[in-house]
């Protein structure tokens, strides 16, 4: 069965890292978008980074730019975003998807991150 299970989260004062992984099992790994998204609750989710099938392309919100890095082992069937110069408004529950369109679109349970002093 199709499994997504985000790791990695915690507490952390500005100015930390973190990093998320994400473990994939039940599908062909490789040939899937992986998305890193959060969301704050009662707000929408946002997208943070994708990173393209063979990990040759990368995409970042603007709010992540220089402080996120998104990769991907596919030999491990696992996704990573490396957290850096974390901010209090980086607090968010995050989110692994896996997506190669249509139907084909994969959710984790998400990892809770919280920035504070």
């Known amino acids: 069965q199709v499994q997504l299970v985000e790791s990695g989260g915690g507490l952390v004062q500005p100015g930390g890292s973190l990093r998320l992984s994400c473990a994939a099992s039940g599908f062909t790994f490789s040939n899937y978008f992986i998305n890193w998204s959060r969301q704050l609750s009662g707000k929408e989710r946002e997208l943070v980074a994708t990173i393209s099938s063979a990990g040759h392309t990368t995409k970042y919100a603007d709010f992540v730019k220089g402080r996120f890095t998104i990769s991907r082992d596919n030999a491990k069937n696992t996704a990573y975003l490396q957290m850096n110069n974390l901010k209090v408004e980086d607090s968010a529950r995050y989110y692994c998807?896996?997506?190669?369109?249509?139907?084909?679109?994969?959710w984790g349970q998400g990892t809770q991150v919280t920035v504070s002093r």
């Open positions: 998807n896996a997506a190669a369109g249509g139907s084909y679109d994969y």
